[in-house]
């Protein structure tokens, strides 16, 4: 059975920054995409980064390009998001999810997900 568990998130100002990590446990393919979603309160799951595991290929939402920078680890089957400069837009919870289409940053393409970590950054 795929897990996948997220940690590192927490309360930061804004400015600081705050490491994610995402551990998948159970079978997936090397050959696979990890994402991580924001969720603001209120409003739609938001894709913010993507990894193509397989050449570490990446992509990110306008809206974090320069100040988040996903990464892997494929020994620990862990996944990455550096997240620098956070302002307080960027408050929500924090989803990763794993699917097989290759980058993409759209949920529907992503077939297992996290429980989510929360962030919260104060003005």
């Known amino acids: 059975q795929v897990q996948l568990v997220e940690s590192g998130g927490g309360s930061v100002q804004a400015g600081g920054s705050l490491r994610l990590s995402c551990t998948l446990s159970?079978?997936?393919?090397?050959?696979?995409?990890m994402g991580w979603f924001h969720q603001a309160p209120g409003k739609e799951r938001e894709g913010v980064a993507s990894i193509y595991t397989f050449s570490a290929s990446t992509i990110y939402a306008d809206s974090v390009k320069g100040r988040f920078t996903i990464s892997q680890d494929n020994a620990k089957n862990t996944v990455y998001l550096q997240m620098n400069s956070l302002k307080p837009e960027d408050t929500g919870m924090y989803y990763c999810?794993?699917?097989?289409?290759?980058?993409?940053?759209?949920?529907?393409?992503?077939?297992?997900w996290g429980q989510g970590t929360q962030v919260t950054v104060s003005s």
């Open positions: 999810a794993a699917g097989y289409r290759a980058l993409r940053l759209e949920a529907a393409d992503y077939a297992s």
């Open positions: 159970g079978y997936y393919s090397s050959r696979k995409t």
